[in-house]
């Protein structure tokens, strides 16, 4: 069910037929047939074209569905890896050039782990470059991530050598 209401605040009229270039009769009609401008399609849509947007006046999107779906394809070619699997290799890639033994480290750990022994504290990985390209400063929130997780890997040892302790003394 679309809300749409067209104005009748003949300055919004008048600026919005300048802006689409129609005289204010003309917007008029469109909109009194139930018509709604799209400015990127630069067409008169009927309003069932357009979605809802009840931040706007008329409760209707800006750009009619096919544009905004244009729209939004461009955008998320433009700002997203096609898929979360190219996302995960991106940042394996990042991780590896910033930090190269990593993964090895991490090895390390794991068996230490396995083999009883409590997990060294990570440290903190070098600053990623973040969106901008600007370095994100050591102690961030990159630093914190790593302390909650050592703190947890050191409860779980603890954890770990309580129960043994238990299983050793039945
Ligand atoms: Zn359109």
């Known amino acids: 069910m679309s809300t749409y209401q067209p104005t009748n605040d003949l300055r919004i009229i008048r600026g919005a037929a300048s802006k689409i270039g129609c005289g204010v009769e003309e917007y008029r009609a ?7 401008w799209c400015g990127r399609c630069r067409s008169w849509r009927i309003a069932a074209d357009f979605s809802a947007n009840r931040s706007n006046r008329d409760g209707l999107a800006n750009m009619c569905r096919p544009c905004k779906r244009a729209y939004d394809a ?9 898929s979360n699997a190219e996302r995960c290799q991106a940042q394996r890639e990042s991780r590896k050039q910033r930090d190269p ?8 750990r794991v068996a230490a782990v396995r083999a009883g022994q409590p997990a060294a504290p990570r440290p903190a ?24 997780t050592d703190a947890w890997d050191a409860r779980l040892h603890e954890r770990r050598v309580r ?5 050793g003394a039945r």
Do not use: M, Q, S, W
């Open 74 to 82: 461009a955008y998320n070619r433009r700002y997203l890896p096609a």
């Open 101 to 108: 033994d990593f993964l090895a480290r991490e090895r390390e």
């Open 30 to 36: 469109h909109r009194a047939a139930g018509e709604k």
């Open 125 to 148: 990985p070098p600053a990623a470059p973040g969106p901008t390209g600007a370095a994100i400063p050591a102690g961030g929130p990159r630093t914190r991530v790593a302390a909650i």
């Open 163 to 167: 129960r043994a302790a238990r299983r």
